[in-house]
């Protein structure tokens, strides 16, 4: 059995490749959820990441 930790890191190492695919083309938000589970499909860790654009002007 993996340790806590070292499951919520093991979610945490996927938003990088995740974001990359997922960040809107198309628009400014964007939430993006990973749900870890067990052996047996049990849900044991979810996270979840907000992307929001927001533009700047002077």
């Not at 945490?12 to 695919?21: T, W």
Request: charge should be positive; hydrophobic fraction near 45%; charged fraction near 25%.
């Amino acid at each position: 059995m993996r340790t806590f930790a070292a499951i919520r890191l093991a979610a945490h190492n996927r938003f990088p490749s995740i974001a990359h695919d997922e960040i809107p083309r198309d628009g400014d938000r964007r939430t993006i959820a990973v749900l870890v589970t067990d052996e047996d499909g049990w849900p044991i860790h979810g996270a979840t990441l907000k992307y929001a654009g927001l533009w700047l002007s002077r």
